[in-house]
């Protein structure tokens, strides 16, 4: 992609407004891009401001963080807040959903380099009716990260497990996906809606559980002891098992004990901005602390 020779007089956001422009193929100025006195940037859609929030991903073993998952924050008027599910369905019935989905992911690339300027993962999900686009709307994605020095092997696509209809079609976006360098994780693995033979199929970098499998764990003897051996499977496949959900001490000891080494969830560090995310060092002293806490 050319780089623009821009016009040193211009500000910092008329820069990136006209890089993104080139990069997106429609102009932000609709959807009013705008830099925070923090650095972050938010953008307005429709008349619903969107923000950009991350929650870490720790490593139980190295005690250091892999990564953030970006979430969408919504609101109306910047004041009411809504769900992203509302967000994305309210794009989809204005027929604005493509490019809903871009405005969000730039949003997120943007919002990630206030935390990882060269490393470090980023974990982002992918409405399942885009999937199959991986090859027109997929490129202009490439676009957005590549006109911020962000390579595609520190993207992590989250694709719902739950929600795959097509498994064939899911299948070929997940081969150009990783042809372009992704990695790709599956979602929300172990609902009601699973099916244990996606995790070969799909052959997935990361294998996220379902929230509810740590939560039900704590207080179903029985699911803690099937826990390791789920969590040996995943393994067998060379994906790595994400346990989220986790809100508890007693659901973090769980999670560690069944081999588990990659965790997330409200207990570790809730959805925050990136100016407000704990330094990388935090989860490594409390590690410490734990590991060096007498044996009961």
């Known amino acids: 992609m050319a780089i623009l020779k821009l016009d040193t007089q211009l500000s910092h956001v008329e820069q990136l407004r006209l890089q993104l422009k080139d990069a997106l193929l429609l102009d932000l100025d609709d959807y009013g891009l705008a830099e925070q006195s923090t650095g972050e940037f938010n953008s307005t859609f429709l008349g619903v401001q969107l923000n950009s929030a991350f929650q870490p991903i720790y490593d139980t073993v190295a005690g250091d963080l892999i990564g953030h998952e970006a979430l969408l924050r919504p609101s109306l008027g910047g004041e009411l807040p809504s769900t992203p599910g509302f967000a994305f369905t309210y794009a989809e019935q204005a027929g604005k959903l493509v490019q809903f989905d871009r405005v969000t992911r730039t ?8 935390i990882y300027a060269e490393n470090g993962l980023l974990f982002l999900n992918v409405h399942q009716d885009l999937l199959a686009s991986v090859n027109a709307h997929g490129k202009v994605f490439e676009r957005i990260l590549h006109a911020n020095s962000v390579p595609t092997h520190r993207v992590v696509i989250e694709i719902k497990e739950g929600l795959i209809a097509h498994e064939k079609q899911v299948g070929e976006a997940i081969e150009n996906y990783r042809d372009r360098g992704y990695l790709i994780a599956l ?6 809606k699973s099916h244990i033979d996606r995790l070969w199929k799909l052959a997935p970098n990361y294998v996220k559980l379902d929230l509810s499998i740590i939560q039900k764990a704590e207080h179903t003897p029985r699911l803690q002891k099937l826990l390791p051996g789920l969590i040996k499977m995943i393994k067998d496949i ?5 346990v989220t959900g986790i809100e508890t001490q007693s659901q973090l000891d769980i999670a560690i004990e069944a081999g588990a080494n990659l965790v997330q969830g409200y207990f570790l560090a809730r959805p925050v901005t990136a100016k407000e995310l704990q330094p990388a060092g935090y989860f490594k002293k409390q590690s410490v602390k734990k590991q060096s806490a007498p044996a009961a």
């Open 107 to 114: 949003l997120h690339v943007l919002n990630f380099k206030q």
């Open 238 to 242: 060379d994906a790595q098992p994400v």
């Open 187 to 192: 979602d929300g693995f172990g609902s009601g």
